[in-house]
């Protein structure tokens, strides 16, 4: 990431690629909506809040980062399974994700 990319807030109105759509259907409220965009052009959530100004507390931020992972990472084996049925279900947004639990 670029200093230019930061300094035009690309990220505050960007959209997402056309294959990574599905994933607005996972992430549909403002805050969960500005992480995708700001996670996805800077691959952090370091300076989330002070960069997006939504206030988020840094659990919150963990919980969306490993929703996130964990989605793009079923979707991928799926693709590289040649498992339609799997992407198709993950791409409609019914795809339920599990946290995992803490010791």
């Known amino acids: 990431m670029s200093e230019l990319d930061f300094l035009s807030g690309r990220f505050f109105d960007m959209d997402l690629p056309r294959e990574m759509k599905y994933l607005e259907k996972y992430f549909y409220l403002d805050v969960q909506r500005a992480f ?7 691959e952090s959530t370091t300076h989330f809040t002070d960069h997006t100004g939504h206030v988020c507390s ?3 931020l963990r919980t969306m980062k490993e929703k996130y992972k964990k ?14 049925e ?4 993950i791409e409609s947004g ?5 946290k995992d639990s803490r010791k």
């Open 36 to 42: 995708l965009s700001y996670y996805y052009i800077f």
């Open 71 to 84: 989605i793009r990472i079923a979707h991928k084996e799926a693709k590289s399974n040649f498992d339609i």
């Open 94 to 98: 019914k795809y339920k994700w599990r």
């Open 58 to 60: 840094r659990r919150h």
């Open 86 to 89: 799997k992407v198709a279900y």
